[in-house]
């Protein structure tokens, strides 16, 4: 139980595009999902937190019209890239909680290439 | 603030050696803590996790005690193999639904 997926896994794309990338929690409700993005060899960095319904709220420094994030069910999130730069380049995770506990479920990761 | 700090990496053991790696944290309140493991290329699965003082998470041949004494959550393994090569994470969560991670500590286990 718990499981959360990741759409894409792996993604290219060309500077000054937008990538989609989807976060469902695949046997349960998640009342609140985690973005987080992980530079190589580095840990996560929590990017945004969002609860169905509802704004992301996100962490300092983070550009929420870079990163736009959409909770719009509750097994579906998805973080948009806007305009994309090789910059952005990296490892998104998300994850979900049920909310019964603090616990969170993670996604395999997305890795994103910009060229 | 709630902080923890991992040994520093990389670890590199011969197969069937004993693993310690080490976790401390500093929170407020009864936190949960959590190792997670990422193999390459790849998200976080859950390893072990201890709720509340003196649990003992355990899994896979992975063991981890909440010493509320020493502020520690140090994860060991008796006998580790090739394909525990991997990236421990450890984390917690107090009150919030915000997980605060170690750094992350790297194992490379030789044949």
């Known amino acids: 139980g718990a499981v959360v997926s990741q759409h894409p896994s792996r993604v290219i794309c060309k500077s000054g595009t937008s990538v989609k990338i989807e976060c469902r929690s695949l046997?349960?409700?998640?009342?609140?999902m985690f973005w987080y993005r992980q530079f190589p060899k580095q840990s996560l960095m929590l990017m945004a937190t969002s609860n169905e319904g509802s704004k992301a709220t996100y962490e300092q420094g983070v550009e929420k019209d870079k990163f736009l994030i959409n909770h719009a069910s509750l097994t579906l999130s998805t973080l948009t890239v806007t305009s994309a730069h090789p910059e952005d380049s990296s490892f998104y995770i998300c994850s979900a909680s049920t909310g019964t506990s603090y616990e969170q479920y993670f996604g395999p990761g997305t890795r994103l290439t910009v060229t | 603030g709630n902080s923890v700090t991992q040994m520093e990496g990389p670890v590199t053991l011969s197969e069937e050696a004993f693993l310690t790696i080490n976790c401390t944290y500093t929170?407020?309140?009864?936190?949960?803590l959590f190792w997670y493991v990422q193999y390459p290329g790849e998200g976080l699965q859950l390893l072990l996790k201890a709720t509340k003082a003196d649990d003992k998470g355990s899994n896979k041949g992975f063991e981890a005690t909440y010493r509320k004494e020493t502020t520690s959550f140090h994860l060991e393994k008796g006998s580790v193999q090739v394909s525990d090569s991997a990236v421990y994470f450890c984390a917690l969560t107090s009150g919030t639904y915000k997980y605060i991670f170690g750094t992350g500590t790297r194992l490379k286990v030789l044949a």
């Open positions: 046997d349960f409700q998640a009342t609140t």
């Open positions: 929170a407020t309140g009864y936190p949960s």
